[in-house]
């Protein structure tokens, strides 16, 4: 049974990733930091159907704990499918964005996916098989006004996601970016009322954390093995 860590675990797109990894039958350790009874919830949920779970907790912007935490979650066997699905936003014009919102949003995003997987690499990399896959947004790859720190930390995190998947591809290990659009129950629904929605999605609709979910677990597959240092955009045709 391998092992899979999903961060932001607790959130709508985190829980229904958690919940399609444990139906193909993996362990998942499902990331929560300040809403530690959501993630337990969402491990109630999936023991309940006859799944394996368990709660892991540390903030990803630090560091030293989130190396305390992984590293014995590697023990004895590796963390071999790491879903980077922690991140937020605060969203305001650039002309008056405060730069400690700033520093959150990257700190979470881009600084998140680091100390959250850099641990695991080694264990992996033994193993001879690996999936990593960062979870974006299409701001990332269009930009969005008022979120202009957003947007740079996604795309940031896309020359990320290239880069190491150069560095894995002889090792058996993929790197993969998916870049979600207007998704139900998500930051984005903040952002875009109904109507605005029709506007903006060729499909004239939000899509749904299950279909994210099925396009991740898709790429945390065997069948997947091809595909590494792609950015996979799932937005209705927006883009």
Same mark, same amino acid.
């Given at each position: 049974?391998? +092992? $899979?860590?999903?961060? @932001?675990? !607790?959130? $709508? ?26 993630? *337990?919830?969402?491990? /109630?949920?999936?023991? =309940? ?18 190396? !305390? ?14 879903? &980077? &699905?922690? @991140?937020?936003?605060? /969203? ?7 730069? /400690?919102?700033? %520093?959150?949003?990257i700190d979470v995003s881009l600084n998140g996916f680091f100390n959250a997987t850099r641990p695991l690499l080694m264990p992996m990399i033994r193993s001879r098989w690996g999936r990593i896959v960062n979870m974006s947004s299409i701001a990332g790859v269009m930009? &969005?006004? @008022? ?12 020359? $990320?996601? +290239? !880069?190491?998947?150069? *560095?894995?591809? !002889?090792?058996?290990?993929?790197? &993969? ?7 139900? =129950? =998500? ?5 875009? /009322?109904? *109507?605005?929605?029709?506007? %903006? ?8 954390? $299950? ?7 898709? %790429? ?8 590494? =240092?792609?950015?996979? @955009? ?6």
């Open positions: 049974m391998k +092992k $899979a860590l999903v961060t @932001g675990g !607790s959130g $709508a797109i985190g829980a229904a990733i958690c919940r399609r990894l444990a139906e193909q039958g993996c362990h998942i350790l499902v990331h929560a930091n300040s809403h530690i009874e959501r993630a *337990e919830a969402i491990v /109630d949920e999936i023991i =309940g159907r006859g799944g394996s779970a368990e709660p892991v907790v540390f903030d990803v912007t630090r560091p030293e704990m989130a190396a !305390s935490v992984l590293e014995r979650a590697a023990e004895p066997e590796p963390v071999q499918i790491i879903v &980077n &699905n922690a @991140g937020i936003h605060e /969203d305001a014009p650039m002309v008056g964005m405060a730069p /400690d919102a700033w %520093l959150r949003v930009g &969005n006004r @008022g979120q202009v720190n957003y947007a740079a930390a996604k795309s940031a995190l896309h020359g $990320a996601t +290239k !880069s190491l998947a150069q *560095e894995l591809a !002889s090792r058996g290990v993929t790197v &993969n970016a998916v870049a979600p659009g207007i998704i139900q =129950g =998500g930051m984005s629904e903040e952002t875009f /009322d109904k *109507e605005r929605i029709k506007v %903006l999605v060729p499909m004239k609709r939000a899509g749904t954390p $299950a279909e994210v979910a099925v396009l991740v677990a898709f %790429l945390c597959s065997e069948e997947a093995g091809y595909i590494s =240092g792609q950015i996979i @955009g799932i937005n209705g045709a927006m883009a």
